[in-house]
């Protein structure tokens, strides 16, 4: 939690992935399945936007896959951010693509302080961010298809929407704060 980072009263429906676009972080199995989403329950998305943040190696690969699937009335793609928050705070929804690990991700960390629910693979110690059912999901199957489908879980349950945001946000003032973000990033390395 900080003074950058926090939930604005009214928040819109925006989904956001923001990342380094590289390999590791695989922003395409993301695209991927916002185009199924698309493709399947377009009528989900009506009132939903897509914003992805970011620039890496992939970046002319991001561009060109948004513009070859004519996905970009549904994605707004921003690779020159100096302040994410502007994004994150009057976000809903904040998802990790990321091969690896989500524990100590600062910019989870930020979504949680901005109230984003979060959408996540369940890889490493993300369980710590991620309380499944509680202020977002987990992937039941790392696929592009179980991306795909636990978005639409999301979207169909927009009663839980505000109590997922609410439930990030404490996490970030309670469990996730930077007091004890040293003690998190040292019990990772122990």
């Known amino acids: 939690h900080s003074d950058k980072f926090y939930p604005e ?7 956001i992935y923001a990342s380094r676009l590289d390999d590791q972080k695989n922003p395409m199995m993301f695209l991927e399945a916002i185009k199924l989403v698309y493709g399947k329950e377009n009528n989900l998305l009506n009132e939903w936007k897509f ?6 190696p992939l970046k002319l690969e ?7 699937n004519n996905l970009n009335n549904l994605i707004q793609f921003e690779d020159n951010i100096s302040d994410i928050s502007i994004f994150l705070n009057k976000s809903k929804c904040f998802i990790s693509t990321q091969n690896y690990e989500n524990f100590t ?5 930020e979504a949680l302080a ?29 696929s592009v298809l179980s991306l795909a489908k636990t ?14 945001q609410e439930a990030s946000y404490q996490l970030s003032l309670n469990t996730h704060n930077f007091s004890n973000f040293i003690n998190e990033i040292q019990f990772f390395w122990d």
């Open 9 to 15: 009263k009214v928040k819109e429906n925006l989904f």
């Open 151 to 164: 978005i639409i879980k999301y979207l169909n349950n927009s009663k839980l929407h505000l109590k997922m």
């Open 105 to 109: 991700s600062l910019s989870m960390n």
């Open 51 to 56: 914003i992805v943040c970011g620039n890496g």
């Open 62 to 68: 991001v561009s060109k896959f948004i513009n070859e």
């Open 114 to 142: 901005s109230g984003n629910a979060i959408i996540s693979r369940n890889v490493g110690q993300t369980h710590f961010y991620v309380k499944d059912g509680l202020n977002g999901f987990l992937m039941e199957q790392d």
